[in-house]
C-alpha cells in the first residue's frame, strides 16, 4: 500500500506504506501555524541501529510547536533537509526496530519522551543525559516529530503506555508533566508544607505542577486568568487561586508587593518557598520579589519574552536562587511515568483535534484561549 489512510491500523503490525502524512513546515510559510503547519506525502525516514519507527496514534500539542511554526526566536528547519515536522510528545506502537534495539519490540504500546542525547558520553553514562553535548529535544530541535503517522526516536525515548489510559490521554502529558516533574522533585526539591506559586496553573506544565504539589503535600498558589482555568484547579484539588488579571505586572514593584500581599492573605502570613516560572519577561520581576528570603525560582520557559528586567537586590540581599531546569532524564521520565501508572497524576486533556486541525490546535494555544492538555488523533480510531 502506497500510504495508510489517517485512522487506519493494519492487522499485521508492522507491515509499511511506502509514504506518510505528516505535518510539515517549510521555510517560506514560517509564520502563523494556520500558514506554517500544512499536510504532506513524505518519505518514511530509515532508522539506525539504536532508532526505533514508532505508529503515532496521537500527538500532544506543546508551545515548541507554535515557536517551531513561527520560525522564532529561530527557525528549526534544517537547511540541509529543507523541511520540518514538529511535535515533541506521543502515545504509539512499536513499527519497526533498529538492529542493536533489545528493550522494545514490534507492536509494544508506549509514550515518548522527548529527550535525546549522544548515549556515548559521561553524561549520558551515569551523569545526567540534559548535560549531554549533543542534548537536543526531539520534534523541536530534531525532525521526525510526532505530527505524522510515523516517527523516529532513539530506542531510550520509550515507555510503557499505562494501559488504562486511551490513546489520546496518554499521548498528552510527556513534555509537560515530565518537565514539571523535574522542575519541582530534582531541581527544586518541594516538600510537605511547602507554598508553591505556579503561573499558568491550568496550562501545560501548571496542571501537572498542581497534582505534583498536592501529591507531596504542598500547597499550590495557582494563577490564572478566566473563571473556568480557576475551575480546573480547584477540581485538581487547589484552593488558593489568583486572577492575574486583577494586577497589571507591567506597573512595576508596588503592582508586584500587592500581588505578593494577596498570597500572604492567602497562605497565613507566607511567601511562597517556590516559583515556578515560564512565563518570562512579563511576571520574572514579580516572581524574583514575592519569592520566600532563601527560597528559588525555578524556570524552564519563557513564553512573554526572553530578556529578563528584574531588580537583582531582591535576589542577593533575600539569598534567593534562580534555578534553570530544561525537559528531564529517562530516570526522572521513568519515576514521573510510574505514577501515572499507578492513577496517582492524571492526564488533563481538555480537546482532543482530528489530524487535519493540527495547525488549528496550535492556534489556540498560540493565543492562550486552551486549557490543560490538548491532543491530536493520528491513527487512533476515531470515535
Ligand atoms: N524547557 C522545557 O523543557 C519546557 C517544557 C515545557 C514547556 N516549556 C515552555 O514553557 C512555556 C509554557 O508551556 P505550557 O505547555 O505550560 O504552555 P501553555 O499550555 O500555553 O500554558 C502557559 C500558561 O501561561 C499563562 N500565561 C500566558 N501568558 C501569560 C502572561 N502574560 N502572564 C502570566 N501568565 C501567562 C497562561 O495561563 P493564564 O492565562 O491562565 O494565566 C497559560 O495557561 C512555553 O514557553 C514552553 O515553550 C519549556
Known amino acids: ?17 511506502t509514504t506518510m502524512k505528516s505535518v510539515v513546515i517549510r521555510n517560506d510559510r514560517e509564520g502563523a501555524p494556520a ?32 515557536w517551531a511554526a513561527r520560525g522564532k526566536p529561530v527557525s528549526v528547519i534544517d537547511p540541509d533537509v529543507g523541511f520540518h515536522i514538529a511535535g515533541s510528545d506521543a502515545s504509539g506502537i512499536v513499527w519497526k526496530v533498529g538492529s542493536a534495539v533489545t528493550r522494545w519490540k514490534v507492536g509494544d504500546e508506549v509514550v515518548l519522551h522527548c529527550n535525546q542525547a549522544c548515549r556515548q558520553c559521561a553524561a549520558c553514562n551515569g551523569g545526567d543525559p540534559l548535560a549531554c553535548r549533543s542534548q537536543k529535544i526531539w520534534g523541536y530541535e530534531t525532525n521526525w516529530g510526532s505530527f505524522s503517522q510515523f516517527c523516529k526516536v532513539q530506542s531510550q525515548q520509550l515507555l510503557k503506555k499505562p494501559s488504562h489510559l486511551s490513546w489520546e490521554e496518554a499521548a498528552s502529558y510527556g513534555l509537560t508533566y515530565f518537565t514539571a516533574y523535574r522542575m519541582l522533585i530534582d531541581r527544586g526539591e518541594i516538600g510537605p508544607g511547602q507554598n508553591v506559586l505556579i503561573w499558568g496553573a491550568s496550562g501545560g506544565l501548571g496542571v501537572f505542577a498542581v497534582q505534583l504539589c498536592k501529591l507531596v503535600g504542598a500547597n499550590p498558589i495557582c494563577v490564572v486568568s478566566r473563571k473556568d482555568k480557576a475551575e480546573l484547579c480547584r477540581n485538581l484539588g487547589a484552593t488558593d487561586i489568583i486572577d492575574r488579571k486583577d494586577y497589571d505586572f507591567s506597573k512595576g514593584p508596588s503592582e508586584s508587593r500587592r500581588f505578593g500581599k494577596r498570597i500572604r492573605e492567602l497562605t497565613g502570613g507566607e511567601d511562597p ?49 534562580i534555578i534553570g531546569s530544561h525537559f528531564a532524564n529517562l530516570n526522572e521520565c521513568e519515576r514521573a511515568n510510574l505514577l501515572v501508572h499507578q492513577h496517582k497524576i492524571n492526564p488533563v486533556v481538555s480537546e482532543v483535534f482530528e489530524f487535519e486541525q493540527t495547525a488549528e490546535a496550535h492556534e489556540r494555544m498560540s493565543s492562550n484561549k486552551h486549557k490543560g492538555k490538548m491532543v491530536i488523533r493520528v491513527q487512533a480510531p476515531r470515535g
Not at 1 to 16: D, H
Not at 273 to 297: M, N, Q, W
Request: aromatic share 12%; proline share 5%; net charge negative.
Open 273 to 321: 518557598d517556590i516559583v515556578f516560572e515560564h512565563v518570562g519577561a512579563y511576571t520574572f520581576p514579580t516572581s524574583v520579589l514575592v519569592c520566600r528570603r532563601f527560597g528559588k525560582i525555578v524556570i524552564c520557559g519563557a513564553t512573554t519574552g526572553f530578556d529578563l528586567n528584574f531588580d537583582v537586590r531582591y535576589l542577593w540581599m533575600r539569598q534567593k536562587e
Open 1 to 17: 500500500m502506497t500510504e495508510f489512510a489517517i485512522g487506519y491500523i493494519p492487522k499485521t503490525i508492522g507491515e509499511m506504506p
Open 35 to 66: 500558514d506554517a503547519m500544512q499536510i504532506e506525502s513524505m518519505e518514511i525516514p530509515e532508522v539506525g541501529p539504536n532508532d526505533v519507527l514508532v505508529m503515532v496514534m496521537a500527538a500532544g500539542v506543546n508551545f515548541n510547536g507554535v
